[in-house]
């Protein structure tokens, strides 16, 4: 006599996204939908109890969006370095199991390129002639003996 015995799987196992921690770089230009990272968790089990879905916990001012089933994680809204230099990004991944089993958090610090996205600017024109007039005038009694040097101390 022949006893079949047929294994069930039950959800044993938690998502799990294999680090705690990652650092990204995006640059500033990034558009909406850029991609930023793809979140991947991996559970052992079977059928509905390795069934991952991933999650925020939390989000800088709404900046980026995660795709639940993908685990896409994409720009929502346009970056600047200039305003922020660093997001910090909470995800979470669950199965489809009962009872469900959710995955420790994964922290995604997210840094902001540079780009060369402002043009310069003369702002400091003012300041520049005054401080040029306040050496010319300062300068005045040399002036009468000795032509002026300007020296340019900072520029590109
Ligand atoms: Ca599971
Ligand atoms: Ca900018
Ligand atoms: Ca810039």
Same mark, same amino acid.
């Given at each position: 006599?022949?006893?079949?015995?047929?294994?069930?799987?039950?959800? %044993?196992?938690?998502?799990?996204?294999?680090?705690?921690?990652?650092?990204?770089?995006?640059?500033?230009?990034?558009?909406?939908?850029?991609?930023?990272?793809?979140?991947?968790?991996?559970?052992?089990?079977?059928?509905?109890?390795?069934?991952?879905?991933?999650?925020?916990?939390?989000?800088?001012?709404?900046?980026?969006?995660?795709?639940?089933?993908?685990?896409?994680?994409?720009?929502?809204?346009?970056?600047?370095?200039?305003?922020?230099?660093?997001?910090?990004?909470?995800?979470?991944?669950?199965?489809?199991?009962?009872?469900?089993?959710?995955?420790?958090?994964?922290?995604?610090?997210?840094?902001?390129?540079?780009?060369? %996205?402002?043009?310069?600017?003369?702002?400091?024109?003012?300041?520049?002639?005054?401080?040029?007039?306040?050496?010319?005038?300062?300068?005045?009694?040399?002036?009468?003996?000795?032509?002026?040097?300007?020296?340019?101390?900072?520029?590109?």
């Amino acid at each position: 006599m022949q006893v079949e015995i047929q294994i069930q799987d039950v959800n %044993d196992n938690t998502p799990n996204f294999g680090s705690q921690e990652i650092k990204i770089w995006v640059p500033e230009t990034a558009e909406q939908g850029h991609i930023v990272y793809s979140a991947v968790a991996t559970d052992k089990d079977t059928g509905v109890n390795g069934e991952v879905s991933y999650f925020m916990i939390s989000n800088t001012q709404g900046f980026f969006k995660l795709d639940r089933s993908s685990g896409f994680l994409t720009v929502q809204r346009s970056l600047d370095y200039e305003t922020a230099k660093e997001y910090t990004v909470v995800l979470g991944a669950k199965d489809n199991g009962n009872p469900q089993k959710v995955s420790q958090n994964l922290t995604l610090h997210i840094e902001v390129q540079d780009s060369n %996205d402002n043009p310069p600017v003369w702002h400091q024109v003012t300041e520049l002639l005054s401080t040029l007039l306040i050496f010319r005038f300062t300068n005045f009694s040399r002036l009468m003996h000795t032509r002026p040097h300007f020296i340019i101390l900072t520029g590109c």
